[in-house]
């Protein structure tokens, strides 16, 4: 870890406080902070991380350059549900960073029995969950999201099996607090809604990408 990598970091972490608490005072009903607050609280962290995993001395060149890319998808896709418009571009955005953390983790190379298990565990979860949102869609009529949310979740299982594939503890970390992110976001959206829900859809969500970021410092395996 560089220090300039280290710097980045601590701010990237220090923007996702204050991200954390704007969305605190908005869910709480405080309208203190103006609207447009979270267009500078909710990309700073992402642009902050995308600095850090350019700064940093890497494991493997290859890896961080797909996570730069998992990165730069995921602060487009912080951008688009800024907009009560953007969840479907949000969704694809997101989609293609669980994908490019996926193929950084293959291109670093993967414990193909662990893989396997991995693989095999994410997809009685995605089965079990899988099914009850697609329930909870068809409920609210918007059965068109049914496909849309189900390739999403099969994007999201890639990223998490491929991490534990990967054999790094830290790694793997990251991409279940970023799979937990997302499984409490739609439980939010689609589903019902959970005391302090979404605060806690951004710490588990920015304390995961720091984790996958930390994890490209680490030894090679």
Known sequence: MTPAAALLLVLALAAAVGDWLAVATIERGRHALPAR?????KPLPLALLIGATLALDPADAAT??????GLACSLAGDVALLSPRGFVAGLAAFLLAHLAYAVGFLVGGVSLPALAIAAVAMLVFDAVAGRRLARALRARGQGGLVGPVGA????????VATAAGSLDLVA?????????SDTL????RFIRRVRCGDVAVMVLYHLGQVLLVLSLALPAR
């Open 64 to 69: 961080r350059a797909l996570f730069v890319v």
């Open 185 to 188: 976001l739609a439980e939010q």
């Open 172 to 180: 793997l970390a990251g991409a279940l607090l970023f799979a937990a």
């Open 37 to 41: 607050t979270r267009w500078v609280t």
């Open 152 to 159: 999403y979740v099969l994007a999201i299982s890639a990223m």
